[in-house]
């Protein structure tokens, strides 16, 4: 089982829909969880980190965080063109410093 | 501004060639990655340092080496390239309690 699990994807929505983006880990003693944008082309920029359970909000962003069922996800409110890119789900696992990705989720936002 | 500086953003070498990438980073962080990506893999983590002179093997150390000397730069060596390793590889760096990681914008890495 890999470490962290993440939908390939594409996942397509219209413009001004929600997107939900989801991940599952395996290492229940992770402890912090992040959610990058990575553009074609580009290196990965950091979107939201999330450290305890429920729901964490950054303008049209908000990351929720479910330790019991080992499952985090992303929600892009008022879904823009401009946010097609790949989503990637990351976790710091065995209580160090080693930062572990999923293998991303495509999201595309149609006009 | 925080930056992590990849000097070398495109290369071609040839197997069996020893291949250096440099990583330098300018905000103090203890700790530093080289990750490589490819496509449907995602990002794959080959080795990790959290202090000067320590190194810890990621996933996929295989044929790769590493290297810090000094806090704010950490080198990846690939010490026979082979044409499996061509891939776009990605240093990034982060504080002590790994809460904020920053990526360099990557090199391009292409064995013939």
């Known amino acids: 089982q890999k470490e962290v699990e993440q939908n390939s994807g594409p996942l397509s929505v219209p413009e001004g829909a929600i997107a939900s983006l989801n991940c599952t880990y395996s290492?229940?003693?992770?402890?912090?969880f992040f959610w990058y944008r990575q553009y074609s082309g580009k290196s990965p920029e950091l979107i939201m980190s999330?450290?305890?359970?429920g729901d964490k909000e950054d303008g049209r962003f908000t990351a929720q965080l479910n330790k019991a069922s080992q499952y985090v996800s992303l929600l892009i409110r008022d879904s823009q063109p401009s946010d097609s890119a790949t989503y990637l789900c990351a976790v710091i696992v065995d209580s160090s410093y080693k930062l572990i990705f999923g293998s991303g989720t495509r999201l595309l936002v149609r006009p | 501004d925080v930056k992590v500086t990849q000097s070398s953003r495109y290369l071609v070498k040839r197997t069996g060639e020893k291949v250096f990438l440099e990583c330098v980073q300018d905000?103090?962080?203890?700790?530093m990655f080289w990750y490589r990506q490819d496509p449907g893999l995602g990002l794959r983590l080959i080795y990790f340092?959290?202090?000067?002179?320590?190194?810890e093997k990621g996933d996929i150390p295989e044929g790769y080496s590493v290297s810090r000397e000094k806090k704010e730069r950490f080198s990846l060596i690939l010490e026979s390239a082979s044409t499996n390793q061509t891939s776009m590889y990605l240093c990034?760096?982060?504080?002590?309690?790994?809460?904020?990681?920053?990526f360099g914008e990557g090199s391009w890495l292409t064995v013939v």
């Open positions: 290492d229940r003693g992770s402890q912090s």
């Open positions: 999330i450290y305890s359970n």
């Open positions: 340092s959290y202090d000067v002179k320590m190194k």
């Open positions: 990034a760096s982060s504080d002590t309690r790994g809460n904020t990681i920053y």
């Open positions: 905000m103090d962080h203890e700790n």
